[in-house]
């Protein structure tokens, strides 16, 4: 069977996405000694929103987001000792799970695939162990997840999950502006003992690129993101001249990391991000402030919702506000394919080696399509590349069966098309994809 693939696009009317359905980055702001808030924007700075302010001295620290449910989580480590939830807009508080004594509970993670939320439990004092801990999302099931020796060395305090390596991360708490590490265990609780990152000063957030196999940090006194290999290697600074960066999140289809600036380090700089909510590529080019600060704003963790349901929500993501070509029909990266069908086969549209595309999978035809995107996918054949035919047309007949489709994470599948019952036994047949966007 001989297949040609072409593409078609159409272009329709636009429909923004609600709040809570589209992209957002959440993040909590705690200034010392007064209530804190957690405050949402868009991916590009745009369209910020105090989501709920806290009264009294909380001590507002880890923030995640959990897709399924479209809630917030937040670990408030002051004299309330809680995790609570909200919906994006700030209605629906519900307590999750009480801290107890606990002396300083910090970041908090969820693994969405099992359901899980995940924090760390640091119990800095010399002598007391320290914990990453995990609950089910109605809190029941609190259990010890990995165990640390007493002390600071390996004292859990930002957290990163990597399922599908099978290890969490943490930064540990240190004491002092020297040399501290991150540390890994396995989901059972096992440490690596072959696993460490030590870094110039007070280790923060980090994040492991799934593709690449990079893992990024926050090192908060000297003010600088680095990376290197997970496996090893030469460290690199991605970016540097911050004041206090903390909580750090990756937006790794994107290519984009966002961080969360405290300012808290008297002695500056103050020139960059501090007091805000930043972003740069991964290599550290087009730096960008997003969040406008109150006087005396203090962020300290993010967390990224990437469901991109239109363009607009998705371009934000892959686009800084100065870049050009931006728009649906541009070709930022000189692939000849156009951004609006890079958006509608989940290729970077920045980057010329990442090029849409149709394969032949036996005699089948294979792509990535998004879902809960507005979009749709029709796939079209012919025998002559003159008549074109489709389920549903005026026809009646079935040209085209589609298997089961394979998720791929992050809200795309893979879609397997083959010749419906109206081809049985033809040659030539050629496929070819319409996608008709809202914009």
């Not at 997840?145 to 990597?162: E, I, K, R």
């Not at 984009?256 to 290599?283: E, V």
């Given at each position: 069977?001989?297949?040609?693939?072409?593409?078609?696009?159409?272009?329709?009317?636009?429909?923004?996405?609600?709040?809570?359905?589209?992209?957002?980055?959440?993040?909590?702001?705690?200034?010392?000694?007064?209530?804190?808030?957690?405050?949402?924007?868009?991916?590009?700075?745009?369209?910020?929103?105090?989501?709920?302010?806290?009264?009294?001295?909380?001590?507002?620290?880890?923030?995640?987001?959990?897709?399924?449910?479209?809630?917030?989580?937040?670990?408030?480590?002051?004299?309330?000792?809680?995790?609570?939830?909200?919906?994006?807009?700030?209605?629906?508080?519900?307590?999750?799970?009480?801290l107890g004594a606990s002396v300083?509970?910090?970041?908090?993670?969820?693994?969405?695939?099992?359901?899980?939320?995940?924090?760390?439990?640091?119990?800095?004092?010399?002598?007391?162990?320290?914990?990453?801990?995990?609950?089910?999302?109605?809190?029941?099931?609190?259990?010890?997840?990995?165990?640390?020796?007493?002390?600071?060395?390996?004292?859990?305090?930002?957290?990163?999950?990597?399922?599908?390596?099978?290890?969490?991360?943490?930064?540990?708490?240190?004491?002092?502006?020297?040399?501290?590490?991150?540390?890994?265990?396995?989901?059972?609780?096992?440490?690596?003992?072959?696993?460490?990152?030590?870094?110039?000063?007070?280790?923060?957030?980090?994040?492991?690129?799934?593709?690449?196999?990079?893992?990024?940090?926050?090192?908060?006194?000297?003010?600088?993101?680095?990376?290197?290999?997970?496996?090893?290697?030469?460290?690199?600074?991605?970016?540097?001249?911050?004041?206090?960066?903390?909580?750090?999140?990756?937006?790794?289809?994107?290519?984009?990391?966002?961080?969360?600036?405290?300012?808290?380090?008297?002695?500056?700089?103050?020139?960059?991000?501090?007091?805000?909510?930043?972003?740069?590529?991964?290599?550290?080019?087009?730096?960008?402030?997003?969040?406008?600060?109150?006087?005396?704003?203090?962020?300290?963790?993010?967390?990224?919702?990437?469901?991109?349901?239109?363009?607009?929500?998705?371009?934000?993501?892959?686009?800084?506000?100065?870049?050009?070509?931006?728009?649906?029909?541009?070709?930022?990266?000189?692939?000849?394919?156009?951004?609006?069908?890079?958006?509608?086969?989940?290729?970077?549209?920045?980057?010329?080696?990442?090029?849409?595309?149709?394969?032949?999978?036996?005699?089948?035809?294979?792509?990535?399509?998004?879902?809960?995107?507005?979009?749709?996918?029709?796939?079209?054949?012919?025998?002559?590349?003159?008549?074109?035919?489709?389920?549903?047309?005026?026809?009646?007949?079935?040209?085209?069966?589609?298997?089961?489709?394979?998720?791929?994470?992050?809200?795309l599948e893979s879609a397997r098309?083959?010749?419906?019952?109206?081809?049985?036994?033809?040659?030539?047949?050629?496929?070819?994809?319409?996608?008709?966007?809202?914009?």
């Amino acid at each position: 069977m001989n297949c040609e693939l072409t593409l078609l696009m159409v272009a329709g009317l636009a429909i923004a996405a609600p709040i809570g359905q589209a992209a957002r980055v959440y993040y909590t702001d705690q200034p010392t000694g007064a209530p804190g808030s957690v405050v949402s924007l868009a991916p590009d700075g745009s369209d910020q929103q105090l989501v709920i302010t806290v009264a009294g001295t909380p001590d507002l620290r880890g923030i995640a987001w959990h897709r399924a449910s479209g809630r917030v989580f937040v670990l408030d480590n002051g004299p309330a000792k809680r995790i609570f939830s909200i919906r994006p807009d700030g209605t629906g508080l519900e307590g999750v799970v009480g801290l107890g004594a606990s002396v300083l509970n910090a970041d908090l993670e969820i693994d969405e695939v099992s359901g899980k939320l995940y924090w760390a439990d640091a119990n800095p004092g010399s002598s007391g162990n320290g914990f990453v801990l995990r609950a089910n999302l109605d809190g029941s099931g609190v259990e010890p997840v990995v165990t640390t020796p007493p002390g600071t060395a390996a004292a859990p305090y930002f957290l990163f999950l990597d399922p599908p390596d099978g290890f969490i991360y943490w930064g540990v708490t240190s004491s002092g502006n020297g040399p501290s590490s991150f540390r890994r265990a396995t989901f059972t609780g096992a440490l690596d003992p072959d696993f460490i990152i030590t870094t110039p000063t007070r280790t923060r957030d980090l994040a492991v690129d799934p593709a690449t196999r990079a893992v990024y940090w926050c090192d908060r006194q000297s003010g600088t993101l680095f990376k290197r290999a997970v496996a090893g290697g030469v460290y690199e600074v991605v970016l540097s001249g911050l004041n206090a960066p903390h909580g750090l999140a990756l937006d790794a289809e994107a290519g984009k990391l966002y961080w969360a600036d405290t300012g808290g380090r008297g002695s500056g700089p103050f020139s960059t991000s501090a007091r805000r909510i930043a972003r740069c590529n991964l290599d550290g080019t087009e730096f960008e402030n997003l969040s406008m600060p109150a006087a005396q704003s203090e962020p300290w963790d993010l967390a990224l919702d990437l469901s991109s349901p239109s363009y607009e929500e998705w371009r934000m993501r892959f686009f800084s506000v100065t870049s050009p070509q931006a728009e649906p029909a541009g070709d930022a990266d000189g692939d000849g394919a156009p951004n609006l069908l890079e958006y509608a086969l989940a290729t970077h549209p920045r980057r010329g080696s990442d090029v849409p595309l149709l394969t032949i999978d036996g005699a089948a035809l294979r792509f990535t399509r998004r879902l809960d995107a507005k979009l749709s996918y029709c796939v079209e054949v012919s025998t002559d590349l003159a008549a074109w035919h489709f389920n549903g047309d005026d026809t009646a007949l079935v040209w085209t069966t589609e298997e089961p489709p394979s998720p791929l994470g992050s809200g795309l599948e893979s879609a397997r098309v083959l010749a419906g019952p109206a081809l049985s036994s033809v040659s030539p047949l050629f496929f070819r994809v319409r996608i008709a966007a809202e914009l």
